[in-house]
């Protein structure tokens, strides 16, 4: 049983700065939490199906290679295929469309597609 003799605590009483700090601080971890959500799942939500590059789409970017300023070599999936499209500021060429087989690798199947300049008519 408490003393009854004992003088209870004092009230604390925070004045505008401590207030303006703790609400800082609040922020700033909140802040800190969002953008750790952010990164991870920026990071790993790809390989458990989050967001776009997850499961799901029939319309995947697979690689992107820039070769020039305003010019780039992309890998799209889309369905059964993998298309390799040449990409421009003013258009879009295709340049190969490989069968997608989920053992071949991609840079076989696609030098068995191409067409060699000897091979040419």
Same mark, same amino acid.
């Given at each position: 049983m408490p003393d009854p003799a =004992? $003088?209870? #605590?004092?009230?604390?009483?925070y004045g505008l700065t401590g207030v303006a700090l703790k609400m800082g601080l609040t922020l700033a971890v909140l802040l800190g939490v969002i953008f =750790? =959500?952010?990164?991870?799942?920026?990071?790993? @939500?790809?390989?458990? @199906? #989050?967001g776009p590059g997850g499961r799901g789409g029939s319309l995947r970017l697979m690689d992107h290679l820039p070769v020039g300023p305003k010019k780039s070599v992309v890998v799209v999936r889309f369905l059964n295929k993998d298309l390799v499209l040449g990409v421009t500021d003013h258009t879009i060429t295709r340049l190969a469309e490989v069968d997608h087989a989920a053992n071949a690798d991609f840079a076989d199947a696609l030098a068995a597609k191409t067409v060699q300049? /000897? /091979? $040419?008519?």
């Open positions: =004992a $003088a209870p #605590l004092p009230a604390v009483e =750790a =959500a952010f990164w991870l799942l920026k990071r790993y @939500g790809p390989k458990i @199906g #989050l300049p /000897d /091979d $040419a008519p």
